[in-house]
């Protein structure tokens, strides 16, 4: 008679491991805060300068962003962080609709004529190093995030990342509208980001960020998952709805 196989999941990083994950993600958590910090205030100053409610939009999407690293530092200061996980995914995801709100109703105005903004060389300079900043850090939050599999940090680093598209439309609105006078390209292209910031806000809300390590590699290609993180389509089965 043959016995049953059992599956055995592939051990998680061991306690060591993940003090000294807690602790990176806690200094990525500090690093994005300071910058986006800095960020915020050079934006929201320049945005008003110039009349660019693209800039002054970014400038709170970096506010945003440090109320979002702001939930994973207070996630993982606690003696249990799983014990937080919800809360901070809640924090999170309502940065997230906050973003999309707040793009949506300034780029709707913008694009009927509520104003046109003027050229802004410092609104320039810093999205082009928020472009070159912002991928290593959200990538260094993501893997981090992935090994210790923290659905917080992972949906931190997709708002990093989010404020990476946003250096990248902010930087080639700023720039048309300099150089040709088009004053509709950073709001319509703002709308796209919007539209992503919910759906990336839904999917914190539901727990769907990362995932713990799928069991049996078939089951992970089923699920769509890679490097022990959800991948959503449809099929979750991590916990998201």
């Known amino acids: 008679m043959d016995l049953p196989r059992i599956q055995v999941s592939p051990p998680g990083p061991g306690p060591a491991r993940r003090t000294v994950l807690a602790r990176r993600i806690l200094l990525l958590t500090a690093a994005t805060i300071t910058y986006n910090l800095v960020e915020a205030a050079i934006a929201i100053t320049a945005g008003h300068q110039a009349s660019s409610t693209a800039l002054t939009g970014f400038g709170l999407d970096s506010i945003i962003e440090v109320s979002s690293a702001t ?112 004053t509709w390209a950073d709001p319509a292209a703002a709308l796209v980001i919007a539209a992503v910031a919910v759906k990336e806000g839904r999917e914190a809300w539901r727990g769907d960020a990362c995932c713990a390590p799928t069991p049996h590699p078939a089951r992970a290609a089923r699920s769509g998952r890679e490097d022990g993180c959800c991948v959503v389509d449809g099929s979750d089965d991590c916990g998201g709805g």
């Open 71 to 182: 939930a994973v530092a207070w996630q993982f200061a606690g003696r249990d962080p799983e014990a937080r996980e919800k809360t901070a995914l809640r924090i999170i995801a309502v940065s997230f609709f906050a973003l999309a709100t707040y793009l949506g109703v300034e780029s709707a105005r913008a694009l009927v004529g509520g104003g046109e903004a003027g050229h802004s060389t410092v609104g320039i300079a810093l999205a082009a190093v928020s472009l070159a900043v912002m991928p290593g850090l959200s990538h260094a939050q993501r893997r981090a995030g992935r090994e210790l599999a923290s659905r917080t940090a992972v949906a931190d680093s997709r708002q990093t990342l989010l404020c990476t598209y946003l250096s990248a439309v902010l930087l080639v609105g700023l720039g048309l509208n300099s150089l040709l006078g088009w």
